[in-house]
């Protein structure tokens, strides 16, 4: 991984991946607050097309969701004074609520 980066500072590539992980928080908070957003950009005259698309909003939140639920993983996995079996149960539970919401959208 840090050779496609081309850094010889691979906490600072994993940072940057787990900082990603962490915006879900930041989509949850834009999806709480669309309609704030929405009125303020359209008193600058700068509405946001895409908060009145259905569509878009629906894989907005779908998005948003994942992210969240990839960010509470992390957030577990790095918990301290765990064992490896309480990781891999986290990761299982992860990998079914996955596959749950597969069969979910498959319907």
Known sequence: MTQECETDHDDVVHYSYVFWL????????????????????QSK??????????????????VTDILLHMNDLNTRLQSEDQLVHTLFDHIKAFVAKFKLWEAQLAK
């Open 22 to 41: 962490s915006r879900g928080k930041v989509l949850k908070r834009v999806f709480d607050l669309r309609n704030e957003i929405q009125q303020f950009m």
């Open 45 to 62: 005259g700068k509405p946001i097309a895409e908060f009145n698309d259905p569509k878009w909003m629906t894989e907005f939140a779908f």
